[in-house]
């Protein structure tokens, strides 16, 4: 499935229901929380259709509180530490496994990614993020 197909299927369903638009194009992924009259905006890296299913994936699981807060009021660093990844692991592995089954229904190529170039994920993560 083409990133496109993904914007389009999202918008018309999960984001006309929440007022929440699906864009491609970013430089870095990104969710702004809705604004007075504003939409919610999820803006996943270029047009990758993986990205667009991870980002819908931390949507999904983000729920109404975390939903309020830019990014889901999560921290992001481009290099971690031993702890640093240890404890975006902990938080990761849910989306990535919804990302997944995004992933198969939509027939796009999946990877357990560890949002570090410097990183490979690690044995123990993959095997997380396939019992989730």
């Given amino acids: 499935m083409q990133a496109n197909q993904v914007i389009e299927i999202f918008n ?30 999820i803006v996943f890296r270029a047009d990758f259709s993986a990205s667009a299913l991870h980002e819908v994936a931390h949507w999904c699981l ?7 807060l830019d990014d889901y009021g999560y921290w992001y660093l481009p290099a971690r530490n031993a702890p640093q990844q240890a404890a975006f692991e902990a938080v990761e592995a849910r989306p990535q496994a ?12 999946f990877q357990v990614s560890t949002d570090d170039v410097a990183q490979l ?3 123990p993560f993959k095997a997380k993020v396939a019992s989730e």
């Fill in 98 to 109: 919804l990302e997944s089954l995004f992933a198969e229904a939509a027939g796009v190529d």
């Fill in 12 to 41: 018309q369903s999960l984001g006309a229901r929440y007022g929440v638009a699906l864009i491609g194009g970013g430089d870095e992924p990104f969710y702004r929380a809705r604004q007075d009259t504003t939409a919610a905006v």
């Fill in 62 to 68: 983000a729920g109404r509180r975390r939903r309020q």
């Fill in 121 to 123: 994920p690690s044995e």
